[in-house]
């Protein structure tokens, strides 16, 4: 679309832009079914892009851009970042943070259900070694999910968690998605191991300066 | 009680088809997502518009379209003798429904499914005229929030008194018993949202009187349109400025 150079338009709800025929409605824009008249619907500057040159519909497009931008709503195929609040055995609630590029204005919950943490071996996934409370997950949205929350998955190789925090405090940063859990897994007995090894250190000192 | 004098002014000293004037603002409430304050006189009501937001009672959802909301209410020192009122009375709900129906009829709610709107409107000065003001301000706030609507709704009221028809009652001619009619318009559409009476008036006097409201309409929306455009312009030049005064405290 190529935007064309005219003046600066304002339009309020309720001016005609149009005939339905010469011009198609786009953004802040509405064709009266009674009239065939292409109306504004919202307060802003008027644009006219013309059509991509190959369509079959060679009508231009005008649109209205507000002053006020809306926060991004996440919808089917969206790519999300979402924080994990609670989880469960068949299923992880998390808060979206993110969509794509642009952080949410109003709280989203979403629901990575068992069956869509990982693309292979579906069954035996353990909800409680895939994610923790606080990780940081990338996921895509599947659907609208039921009436309280998105439903997201992580089955691809692009998605899942990208950061986390491990139980000796540190975060922790995804190299790859076996590994995160891996180190998550294990990082406490590290940690326990470390500890350990302080201690005896520290005994060690000790018993020599005294 | 004479309402209109011997040389054709009311009581305030404006002629019967003269508006009282109309003031407007917009972005007065820094939280919402559209605000405004509008004055007809000394009638002021201040509006503050929140959503398009997620439905807070689960059970009100609409899977096709959004829910609208709308609360009016009157400050305790709106009116000459301050009064404490109760929340919920009668007059007010039905306001609050009235404004609630005509800004209904003027949203697009098939964009904003599962989704709610919720319209505040206060009355911060009364003399008359409150419902056209609220309809006006929540014309302005629901703009100022974005969303989207079939056209601006604006209302006006007209009454008969002396046997004239006058344009906007103020408080003493609302008083006085006489027929009131309020109009709420989609002016570019040219319909009609909103229509109330309470009285008996002849057919002819009240169309009339109807047509006399009317023009009060069409009246108020060009005045909307006109600051709408003009504080855009205004907040554009404000937004140059920052931007320019940035760059160069980044400069330096």
Redesign the interface.
């Known amino acids: 679309m190529v935007v064309k150079e005219e003046e600066m338009v304002?339009v309020?709800?309720?001016?005609?832009l149009g005939k339905a025929t010469e011009v198609k409605a786009g953004k802040?824009a509405?064709v009266?079914k009674h009239n065939g008249l292409v109306?504004a619907?919202?307060?802003?500057l008027l644009r006219t892009l013309s059509p991509p040159p190959d369509s079959p519909d060679q009508r231009p497009t005008v649109e209205v851009t507000?002053?006020?931008a809306?926060g991004p709503v996440p919808e089917p195929g969206s790519v999300v970042i979402a924080r994990v609040t609670k989880v469960m055995t068949r299923m992880a609630s998390a808060d979206i943070m993110c969509v794509g590029a642009k952080s949410v204005r109003?709280?989203f919950s979403g629901i990575i259900r068992q069956q869509d943490v990982r693309a292979t071996e579906i069954d035996k996934v353990d909800m409680h070694l895939s994610f923790r409370p606080g990780d940081i997950v990338r996921a895509s949205v599947l659907s609208l999910g039921d009436?309280r929350a998105y439903f997201l998955s992580t089955a691809k190789n692009d998605l899942g968690v990208v950061s986390a925090e491990s139980t000796a405090g540190k975060l922790v940063y995804c190299i790859s998605k076996y590994d995160l859990n891996i180190i998550l897994f294990y990082s406490f007995w590290i940690f326990c191991i470390l500890q350990i090894a302080s201690n005896i250190i520290s005994f060690i000192t000790l018993f020599k300066f005294s | 009680m004479e309402f209109v004098s011997p040389e054709g002014l009311r009581l305030d000293g404006r002629r019967p088809t003269e508006m009282r004037q109309l003031r407007a603002e917009i972005g007065n409430v820094a939280k919402a997502d559209g605000s405004a304050v509008f004055e007809m006189g000394n009638t002021k009501v201040i509006a503050a518009v929140y959503g398009p937001r997620e439905v807070q009672n689960k059970s009100q959802q609409m899977s096709d379209q959004a829910l609208v909301r709308c609360e009016y209410s009157m400050a305790n020192f709106s009116t000459g003798d301050r009064m404490r009122k109760p929340k919920g009375d009668r007059r007010s709900t039905e306001i609050s429904l009235v404004i609630r129906q005509t800004m209904e009829a003027c949203i697009l709610t098939h964009l904003m499914p599962r989704s709610q709107i919720d319209i505040f409107v206060q009355v911060l000065q009364a003399d008359g005229g409150t419902r056209s003001a609220c309809i006006n301000a929540a014309t302005l706030a629901l703009q100022d929030a974005g969303i989207p609507m079939r056209d601006i709704v604006t209302s006006c009221s007209a009454g008969y008194l002396n046997s004239t028809p006058l344009l906007d009652l103020n408080y003493v001619e609302d008083s006085a018993g006489g027929p009131d009619v309020t109009v709420g318009i989609l002016p570019t559409l040219d319909k009609v949202t909103l229509l109330q009476m309470d009285a008996k008036l002849p057919t002819n006097t009240f169309e009339d009187v109807m047509q006399l409201a009317i023009e009060g309409c069409k009246a108020v929306a060009n005045y909307i349109r006109e600051v709408r455009k003009f504080l855009l312009i205004a907040v554009d030049i404000v937004g140059l400025c920052l931007v320019i005064k940035f760059r160069i405290t980044f400069v330096f």
Not at chain 1, 41 to 44: A, C, D, F, Q, R
């Open positions: 304002l309020t709800p309720g001016e005609v802040g509405y009266a109306y619907s919202l307060t802003g507000g002053h006020k809306h109003e709280k009436a």
